[in-house]
């Protein structure tokens, strides 16, 4: 299986620790991971799992993902050697596996206006557009006009921003798990570097002061119920700094859970778990996850 995988491409790693590639630092082995240089062996490799009747994971930073300590069975296809970005006046397209710091970056390079606010955000552009992910009033649906993915047919094929379907961390590739994102275009709007770049460090600057970044996390672990905010209702129930293993309860933002040191995969599900009994009881309100877990023989879920 090695020798055929390593014919369509040569990253490919047996075994690997997926802890090495997620932001928790959480996860076992994987069969297989690949991480391809160009889109051509990204195809070649979905349709050769797709023959031997492969499970595929795509993953692209791993920042939003739980993975079991069992690991993943098949082939996990990492994205994050695909990261052509070009800029046509102003839009630039970029490669699913393109950092948002390095598409934001870009963007500010050229004097283009609409993405200051996803600076912070530590995921790529395909793992972005999967979770329309957002931050401090934008997101990655504002300026998005188009995004080429492989569909379940192995054809390139074209989504306009309207069949995104976007809505908070959602769209429509949550309800295709076989399509696979390949390159997004963004159309920005001219504006003035210095105002930018000056939004842009009081931006990150806010989120270094309100987040555990010394800690592996996966950023907010649930998303925003309507009304309420999930980070606020969980200090209300007292659960700041509570612990199971190695996962803990942000002491600094509720919102998140950090891994302090050897966490198990179990010890984040059973802190969510508690976590989700505890501030239904007080106030009736069920969190709804924002994680992926993935475990070994299993589809992924959301907790
Ligand atoms: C410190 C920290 C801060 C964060 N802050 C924010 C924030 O402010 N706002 C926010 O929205 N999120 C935030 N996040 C969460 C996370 O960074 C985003 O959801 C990000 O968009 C995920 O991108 P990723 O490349 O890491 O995706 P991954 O975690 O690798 O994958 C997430 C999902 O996307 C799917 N996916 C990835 N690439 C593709 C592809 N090419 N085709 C099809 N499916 C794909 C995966 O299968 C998986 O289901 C934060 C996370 C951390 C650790």
Redesign the pocket.
Known sequence: MRNRLLALTPNVLEQENLSN????KIGGPCDYLIIPDTVEELINVVSFAKEQGIRL?????????LVDDSGIDGIVL???N?KTITVEGNTITAG??V??STLCETALQNGLNGLCE?S?????????????????GG??KDTLTTTR??SETFEVKTLTNEEHEFSY?KSV??KH?E????ESTFTLTPGNREEMKKKTVELLKK?NDA???EY?????TFKRPEGYFAGKLIDDCKLRGCQIGGAQVSEKHCG?LVNKGGAASKDVVKLIQHIRNTVEDAFGVTLEA???Y?KRGED?VRL
């Open positions: 590639h997620t932001t928790l994971t795509v993953l692209g930073n791993g920042s939003n993902v990492k994205t994050t695909l699913t596996g950092r948002l996803l912070g955000v530590p995921g790529t552009v395909g793992g972005g557009v999967y979770m329309n992910a957002g931050a401090y997101e990655i993915y492989l961390r590739f949550q798990p399509w696979i994102i390949l989120r987040q555990p970044l592996p996390n996966a950023g907010s998140f924002e994680i992926r993935y992924s």
